[in-house]
């Protein structure tokens, strides 16, 4: 990177060479810094329940898939009699329970509480984006009455603490029979996202030229078939972008889950911190639980990387 | 009503396929009409979520209303909530509690973060890798993130204080066990989630600085303490005020995090407003009581928020 090769137009601007190197190299510090939280989540979730507890913290550990198995299933002590007499085990993991002196019980609730997730998820990103694209249009390409006021009223509603609405939501849930019910998230996590994604969706709109629809109205389509053929498509990068960002928040949400479900409905948030082993927090279950919850976001993280920004400032800041 | 009724009535007409261009009357009703249609749904949707719920907890906030016990009779008493609320010890203590948790954490997330946009703004190889890596904490469910820190801080098994001791610091400390350090821990794991948010901001800040303003600089042979004081810092300051605004709301809401990793301990040292919010509404079920907090709260961060909106305003004029 030399300052010849730089187009910007920065030319005798361009930082020095050493100056260059300073920042990367402090930057790659803190990075590296600011990564082994996650990093030592993912070794943990490979280790054993002895190692993860160990004293001091073993930098290396024998990997070991029980975290994941002691994730999937539940599990009952027998003794040692009753364990040789015991057919060997058909499966492999089957096997690793058995040298834990364990054998299976059953599958654990981790798989319906992350289908959950998945599900309320999904749900809720369908309906606020779908609800967020038809508002935003109309915010974006017609005279709505009080628009400004609308618009603020609906981004105000972000403001109001979780905790304060879920006091007469939960009474009004009780009354209605919503508790612990996956419609009764969905509702709420698209109520909470309609914000974000009506702020969004109106900042892409307004980037698509009018004359688009102008042309095809000219040709005879109606405003609505206008919408849903020339502007739906052009939206399409916007639309995925706040879906994503939609689904992260439904994806990540815990103060309703916890006040709102307790079984049924329940999402992983709440329900990975009370992982429990024997003789307390199962830690490498829980890792192995946290590593499978949070590598979509990752990934979307990843593919988002150029649109973050916007998402974050509710479109404040486009780039 | 009478306006979603038009558009319930204009759907099917704008649902045929290649009709004859219609007149430019009705084309014009058919476009407020579609307004009210598209726009209706999400009005109505956050009315019933939103609207509703602050007019009932502002209802329930002057009664002794207990969800608990659902069947006993309901005692409106008047503002004696929010007196109560107000003269309540405890409450200023959680206030300060949210105080010191909100000062550090953002000043410590606008330092870090601002530092980091500028060391990124070098344009070393690999910077744009590199952001990309510094943002995942940000993208993280808070309480997982919570649950593990608490791992993480462990004296015994713990990593956190076999790292403070390799880079020759202290040892033999509690983080989450001391009345003093613990409200010290839920700033470090916040600014470690929340510094890359600041720091994305405050780039896009430094990227849109138009570099004519340094070239004119340099033709005046400024130092760089100069052009930064005069040039970097008063064209980045709406960026960081947004930050500030961002970071403010967020953090005074924050409740999953501080959940999962102290639970307002010990004794109530971490008890963050809306910890105790939590407690007083879900575990004491004083349903009365708590709805004139969350009033005051939602008050609080709506006052703040617009005080930082205006001076955003004042320094965007500029």
Redesign the interface.
Known sequence: MSAVLHPSGRGPLEPTRRAQWLAGILVVGYAILSLIPLVWIVMTSFRTPQDAIAYPPKMLAEPSLIGYVNLFTTRSRVSAEELASLPPPTTWYEGLVRDQQMILAGPSRFADRYLNSVLIGFGSTLLSVALGTLAAYAFSRFRVPGKDDLLFFILSTRMMPPIAVAIPVYLMYRAVGLSDTHLGLILLYTVVNLSLSVWLLKGFMDEIPREYEEAAMVDGYTRFQAFVKVVLPQAATGIATTAIFCLIFAWNEYAFALLLTSGTAQTSPPFIPTIIGEGGLDWPAMAAGTTLFLLPVLIFTVLLRKHLLRGITFGAIRK | MSTLDIGGRAVP??????????LKRL?GL???A??????G???L??L???I???I??IA?SFTGYR?NR?NADLVWVGGSNYSRVLADEDIWANMQATAHFLCWSITLELLLGFG?AL??N??????SF?S??????????????G???K??FEP????FN??VAFFGGPAGFTMLGDTTLSPWAIVLVDT?MW???VM??LL?GLRSIP?YL??AA?IDRASEWTKFWRITLPMVLP?IV?ALL?RL?EN??M??LV??LTNGGPGSVTELA?IH??RE??EKWR?GY??AL??I??VA??GL?LVTVRFLDRVKQR
């Open positions: 007409a704008a649902g045929h396929l290649a009709p004859p261009m219609p084309q058919s476009d407020r579609l307004a009210w249609l598209f726009v749904p999400t009005i949707l956050l019933a979520f939103n509703f719920p602050l009932w907890t329930l969800a659902p980091l060391l990124l070098k344009r070393f190889k690999g910077h590199f990309t890596v510094i943002l995942l904490p940000m993208m993280l469910a808070p309480a997982v993130v649950t593990f820190w791992y993480f015994q098994y713990g990593i076999h790292l470690w510094t890359p948010y994305l901001l896009a570099p340094y070239e340099e960026f947004l961002f709301i005074f809401k409740f999953d959940d999962q809306s919010l939590k509404a879900f349903t708590s709805s969350a009033i709260l939602f961060i709506y928020s």
